[in-house]
């Protein structure tokens, strides 16, 4: 299975690698979403194929994260001042809390820049406050994007990422000892990579909004790897 999502990867790069993103911000930061998603896929099967496997769900969970943007995005162009008020909100508080530390007080240099940056986001947050953007939870990005079914499996990758009791007993808990780069389940391995296969999926076959690929081109390429992966995983 990883060698032919080896193969798959290497098709998406080739196809994306190819096309001319539309001339627009949006589509742009489109772009940028779906290369990250590209990037994580292989990051997530290095992983897999590198005994590490108990650690990929932190990879997925990015992805199922970026494909919720993506999706909106793509929607609506005017998602991309929701993220940017994200963007400034979260730049806000780390530029001011960082400057405010002990640790920075030694550095007035550093502590100014600190403020220069952080005030060049506050206007930006303020303008889009203003017009209404407020912060949004990851739930409701997920339902804006009509991906609402997803957000089961985020919570348990989630649990991957925040080192829950649950997760930490299954990586490292044996019968006497505690237990170092214990290989997941196979089952659970491909069940990992199916799930960041269908995601990368889903964002590709947005490709065509925010670029010169024809959707018939891509559609034709997502029927040959489905083919190709259904008679790799049939038995």
Known sequence: MLEA????????????????????????VAATML?????????????????????????VRS???????????????????????????????TFTEYASDTSMQDDPKAVALLNEWRDKEIPVKAE???????????????????IQSTYI????????????LTTLMARHA?????????????????????????ILCQSMNLLPKISNLSAENLSQKINEIDTFWTSVTKD
């Open 174 to 198: 044996g019968n006497k000892e505690l237990s170092y780069l214990k290989d997941a389940p196979d089952e659970l391995k491909q069940s990992i990579l199916k799930v960041s296969l269908m």
């Open 128 to 146: 889009l406050a203003a017009i209404g953007f407020k912060k949004q939870d990851v739930i409701e990005k997920f339902r804006l994007a009509g």
């Open 5 to 28: 999502a080896e193969k798959i990867k290497k098709d998406f790069e080739q196809l994306v690698l190819n096309v001319q993103v539309n001339d627009s911000g949006e589509a742009r």
């Open 153 to 164: 499996a985020y919570r348990v990758f989630c649990s991957f990422a925040h080192n829950q």
């Open 63 to 93: 992805m199922l994260e970026g494909l919720a943007n993506l999706i909106n995005l793509c929607n609506d162009p005017n998602y991309l001042n929701q993220l940017r008020f994200d963007n400034a909100r979260n730049n806000v508080t």
């Open 35 to 59: 290369l990250t998603v590209l990037e994580q896929f292989g990051a997530a099967m290095l992983l897999l194929d590198k005994g590490y496997a108990s650690h990929a769900p932190i990879i």
